[in-house]
C-alpha cells in the first residue's frame, strides 16, 4: 500500500511564502511523474505543476515565477515553495504521484493522490 502524506499548509499574508511537502511511502519501486493540483471552493481540481523523474518541470500560467516544484528522489518526495502568495492562491492542495510498486509476484503502476493540505492566503 501506497501513502502520500502532505504537510506545510497554512494562512499567509498576501505577499507571503509556504512551502508544501509531500511524502511517498510503502512498495515503492520507482516513482514517475510528482504534482501538485489544487482545488478551491466551488471551482474543479487545477493541475498546477507537475515534475518528472528527470526534473522537468511545468506550471500552470498563474503560478509561473512564482512557485517551485522539486522533488528528492531519495526520499520519495516532492517540494512546492510558493512565493508571492495571492488570494486567488487560497485552495486545498493535492499531491499526486505515478508510482510503480513491487512485491514478491509482480510490479504495478498506478496513480495515487494525498489528503491534501489548505493553504489560505489572507490579510
Known amino acids: 500500500q501506497v501513502q502520500l502524506v502532505e504537510s506545510g499548509g497554512g494562512l499567509v499574508q498576501p505577499g507571503g511564502s509556504l512551502r508544501l511537502s509531500c511524502a511517498a511511502s510503502?512498495?515503492?519501486?520507482?516513482?514517475?511523474?510528482m504534482g501538485w493540483y489544487r482545488q478551491a471552493p466551488g471551482k474543479q481540481r487545477e493541475l498546477v505543476s507537475f515534475i518528472t523523474r528527470g526534473d522537468i518541470t511545468n506550471y500552470v500560467d498563474s503560478v509561473k515565477g512564482r512557485f517551485t516544484i522539486s522533488r528528492d528522489n531519495a526520499k520519495n518526495t516532492v517540494y512546492l515553495q510558493m512565493n508571492s502568495l495571492k488570494p486567488e492562491d487560497t485552495a486545498v492542495y493535492y499531491c499526486n504521484a505515478d508510482i510503480m510498486t513491487s512485491n514478491q509476484y509482480s510490479n504495478s503502476r498506478n496513480n495515487y493522490w494525498g489528503q491534501g493540505t489548505q493553504v489560505t492566503v489572507s490579510s
Open positions: 510503502g512498495s515503492i519501486f520507482s516513482i514517475f511523474n
